[in-house]
């Protein structure tokens, strides 16, 4: 049995109650692929909104998520909380966290551990710098980022690994399908050395980047793509076409 498609829609810090409610009724009327895992991550304060009155079948994430069980972390959200609300995805390691707010390799994969110990799937966002890349060392910071991952994972069945290069998240530039599938089956070589054939055969590894209606189809031709983090594109109708990029 091959992959399932997988389509995550990341909001990051937008929207409104009356927009994500939109959203969400069009992504319950649309016909969707009934082969592909959809996943929408609002902001947390809509997790319960998204989880309320999205249809079943459709899955919501948490955008991030803390590495310890509870306690004095303010502004911090748990495993725990988000199982209690039947959250079963989150994001962990998106580039604006790791640039932003200085995330270190360690931190995501003390957090991706944390997450899959609770029960959550994993969305482990990976991707290099547009100096990194043009100083031709890609390969090397995806595989030093998921080497920190894989020091405390051995089941990486319930990782999606996205892989994201931070040159072309908001940018409107995409790495060309033979960049995207060529990091894609960099990884997936990486996952048969360093954590199993079978994890190589079944990870999903999905890509992010400037996602639209216009590129995704060529995309997702590719056999080491197996969907794809969408940004601002997830915000708009556009979104059930990306979903639908394998019909």
């Not at 009356?18 to 969400?24: F, H, L, N, Q, T």
């Not at 590495?67 to 209690?84: C, H, P, R, W, Y």
């Amino acid at each position: 049995m091959g992959r399932q498609f997988f389509v995550g829609g990341n909001f990051k810090m937008n929207g409104t109650v009356k927009e994500i409610s939109a959203i969400i009724q069009n992504l319950n009327d649309a016909k969707l692929d009934e082969k592909t895992e959809v996943v929408i991550a609002p902001p947390t304060l809509y997790l319960l909104l998204a989880r309320d009155h999205l249809r079943s079948g459709l899955e919501v994430a948490a955008q991030n998520v803390f590495d310890k069980a509870n306690g004095a972390f303010t502004g911090e959200i748990s495993v725990s909380q988000l199982k209690d609300s039947n959250i079963t995805w989150t994001l962990i390691g998106h580039s604006e966290r790791r640039v932003i707010l200085q995330e270190t390799n360690d931190f995501v994969a003390a957090k991706t551990k944390s997450a899959l110990d609770g029960g959550l799937g994993v969305i482990l966002c990976i991707g290099e710098s547009l100096e990194q890349r043009e100083a031709g060392k890609t390969i090397d910071i995806v595989q030093t980022q998921l080497n920190a991952v894989a020091k405390l994972v051995n089941d990486w069945s319930k990782i999606i690994i996205a892989y994201e290069p931070i040159w072309a998240i908001g940018t409107g530039k995409v790495a060309s399908t033979e960049q995207a599938q060529e990091v894609h089956a960099a990884i997936r070589e990486w996952l048969g050395k360093t954590v199993s054939s079978k994890a190589s055969d079944d990870t999903r590894i999905i890509y992010g980047g400037s996602v639209s209606d216009k590129n995704c189809r060529d995309l997702a031709t590719q056999p080491d793509i197996d969907g794809f983090l969408v940004g601002g594109a997830s915000l708009k109708p556009a979104f059930v076409d990306i979903i639908n990029s394998r019909i």
